[in-house]
Structures are given as C-alpha cells and as structure tokens.
C-alpha cells in the first residue's frame, strides 16, 4: 500500500477550507435582508410595471415572494412572511411562480427561489433578501418605515 502523497493532502485541505469558508459565508448571507440602492426615476418605471402586472398594488407595502414548486425552502418563507402579515396592519403578501413567470424574476433580478422582495407603497423594491428572510429582521424593517 502506497501512502498518501503530500501533493494530494495538499489538495484535499484546500478543498475542504475552501467549501467551509463558502458554507459560512453563504449561511451569514442566506436570508439576510439587504436594502437595495435608490435608482433613477426613470430606470424604476419598467420595474413598476412588471411589478405591477404581478399584482402588486400601489398604495400598500407588498411582501413578494418568488418561489418554485421543487423548492423547499419556499415553504419556509411563505410561513414566515404570513406570520409578519397577520403580525402587522397594512402588508399583503403575494406569492410569484419562477416557472410560470420568468420574464418578470430576470427584469427584477432573481436568480434564486426563495427570494423576497419588500416593495414600498410607491412601488419600489426597498428590501430583498434570498433564501427565507429572518422573521425579527422582516418585521423590524417594516415597523422603522422601510417600506412606508
């Protein structure tokens, strides 16, 4: 039996540091609610729009939830999210297929399920976070006027 060559231990710690520092670093970003920079007036209209055409409705904060029907996680955050709903006054919660609306997740830039958007009552993505957002983080941001 031949013994371990140091080039392939060598190999095998760099890969096993590289996937430890990735798992930590996608576990401290998963789900974390980030604000989204402001955009021109007129670089916001066609995102108005197709938030529209997805159901959302001027005048009140809308939690909007992209998910996908193999996705298990979305299972979690759609818990989430209707317990921030019937927590507080004044947010509605809509629920957005990837696969039956793929058009609408590119022009808004989501890349994976689940992803959450928080829009403001003037139509503008605010907040986002991908994966299941944290439930104190969802319901803090809005009670401080994130979304209003």
Do not use: N, Y
Not at 5 to 24: C, D, E, K
Not at 28 to 34: A, N, P, Q, T
Not at 97 to 114: K, M, N, Q, S, Y
């Amino acid at each position: 039996m031949q013994s371990p060559s140091p080039t392939g231990i060598v190999v095998l710690v760099a890969v096993l540091a590289a996937a430890t520092a990735f798992g930590w670093w996608r576990r401290r970003h998963d789900g974390r609610l980030r604000a989204v920079r402001k955009r021109p007036p007129a670089t916001d209209a066609p995102h108005r729009a197709t938030l529209t055409a997805l159901g959302v409705r001027p005048g009140e904060v809308t939690l909007v939830q992209f998910s996908a029907p193999v996705c298990a996680p979305c299972r979690a955050a759609r818990r989430v999210l209707a317990d921030v709903a019937t927590r507080l006054d004044g947010i509605a919660v809509l629920e957005v297929g990837v696969d039956e609306h793929l058009d609408a997740a590119r022009e808004l830039d989501v890349w994976r399920t689940p992803t959450v958007l928080v829009v403001d009552t003037a139509g503008r993505v605010v907040r986002r976070a991908a994966g299941v957002p944290d439930r104190d983080d969802l319901i803090a941001a809005l009670t401080a006027g994130a979304a209003r």
